[in-house]
């Protein structure tokens, strides 16, 4: 199916695209993985996904950091989990590695 000389850095997609087509909705027990190994971020709801995405995927540290500073993007602790997991939330969740940026469905 993959040529075996493929890289993903010769993928001729946007990076708009390469969000789009690393992104969908999952639960819970998709992200515990990546909240455990440190590699989620919390997206708040009041901001896009796809324009976190963006600003992680251009290495935009100024504005990662704005929105880390408000809030809006949070390292989630144990407590976050524990409600995720009770609650069985799902998620619209976004691939910039090294990290998933995951968003609540409202």
Known sequence: MFNDDFSPAEDKLTPSEKLEKYSGEVDWSYLRPHFEAG?????DPCLDLKTAG???S?????QVQKWLRCGDLVQPCDLHA???QKEKTQFR????RPF?????LQ
Request: hydrophobic share 65%; aromatic share 12%; charged share 10%.
């Open 54 to 56: 963006l600003a992680f």
């Open 100 to 104: 998933i940026l995951a968003q609540p």
């Open 58 to 62: 251009e290495d935009n540290q100024a």
């Open 39 to 43: 590699n989620m971020i919390y997206v």
């Open 82 to 84: 524990a409600h995720w």
């Open 93 to 96: 969740a976004m691939i910039v």
